[in-house]
DNA sequence: TTTAGGTTTAACCATTTGGTTAACAAAAAT
DNA sequence: ATTTTTGTTAACCAAATGGTTAAACCTAAA
């Protein structure tokens, strides 16, 4: 392994847990094993390192998505696939996803920039099927961008708040991961079974 | 309003933005527009003065979802009365979900502090309600953690995830709080319609 | 064997940051 | 009226932090 992808690695893990204003470059390189001045060498500065992770880090994401969300496939098919490849995926990487709704909403400006990214998530065409099942009389009339919600919100959010979550109904981490392994089916099922006809 | 409500308000403002660790004494002093010694002289410390707002914080949502969750009602109207009244708390609070699940993710520490607070939401009386409507044959067979995890994601995600929805989903603040109000209703009637025989 | 290129290190630097102090003002208590 | 307590300020401090630099160190090509 190159020292660049050591200093990258340890950053993706230390702004994963300790987010942009937590993280220490010592602490980096530190993990990365490697001195201080090479974080520079590579990256500049801390912005740009972070800038580096982060979009690594929802350009894995997000091509999943879109993926799924622009197939060809009917509605039901599709949440199906998605909850359970979106969890499979998030479950190797479980602070994914709270670490990209954090610094989203720390760093406003940021959101612009990913924005204007060609990876971005576009939920256009799911939003337009949506409509057009509903109409087809495939499912019961809904709000698209609600539903949308929905299926964001029930896979992402036990991650998302993931020690909040293991506090308050008192669970272990085998016990958390357990749980969202049998969650990749109970999504689609709930979602299935509210808004199917 | 006395200086140290000054300091609070303007300590809730500035952590609920940027987070313990983005968050500087300096900037809290500038917006309660007193000397920065004031903060130490009311509160000690940066850790003593965040976890005042973070319990503080805590403490205006826990009682609303233990009221609810400990009460008496039937289920169906459990999870109306919930979704109705978190939301409508959490939208004169908007960054209150994000910053609660952000500092119990960036202070593993705190969160064992927090789970002995009298104030802890609790939902042991619920998940056994759930159970007991299940055997009553009121609602399907469905794991009560998992139906917990729904409804609490299905009100928290948006708000917590509030930046990227906007991005993603491309859609204004006022139309962000309209799509809000009309979820009030909308996650009950889904989870009902999923759950309901 | 030399040299030119990138790579690595230790020491250093300026700024920021949480926190302190000592003097001072304004109330409260005596 | 005077002392004591409480509130307030500006100046200051030590530690931490992101970043720089110049010299040393490789290593592969000339």
Do not use: C, W
């Not at 622009?70 to 969890?87: G, Q, R, V």
């Amino acid at each position: 392994m190159t020292t660049e992808e050591k200093i990258f690695e340890a950053a993706f893990n230390v702004f994963q847990k300790k987010g942009f204003t937590g993280a220490r470059m010592q602490e980096i390189a530190d993990e990365a094993e490697i001195n201080k001045a090479m974080l520079h060498y590579f990256f500049r500065s801390k912005e740009k390192l972070f800038e580096a992770v982060f979009m690594n880090a929802f350009g894995k994401l997000a091509p999943q998505i879109n993926g799924i969300f622009n197939s060809d496939e009917a509605l039901f098919e599709k949440i199906k696939k998605f909850t359970d490849s979106y969890i499979s995926f998030v479950m190797e990487y479980p602070f994914l996803p709270q670490f990209i709704i954090q610094e989203m909403n720390n760093n406003p400006e940021f959101v612009a920039k990913f924005l204007k990214d060609e990876k971005r998530p576009d939920p256009t065409k799911l939003l337009k099927q949506i409509e057009s099942e509903i109409e087809l009389g495939i499912i019961k009339p809904i709000s698209p961008k609600q539903l949308l919600l929905d299926i964001f919100a029930m896979t992402a959010f036990p991650f998302a708040a993931q020690n909040l979550v293991k506090g308050i109904i008192n669970i272990s981490n085998d016990e958390f991961f357990q749980l969202m392994k049998e969650r990749k089916i109970h999504i689609s099922e709930q979602i299935i079974n509210a808004i199917k006809k």
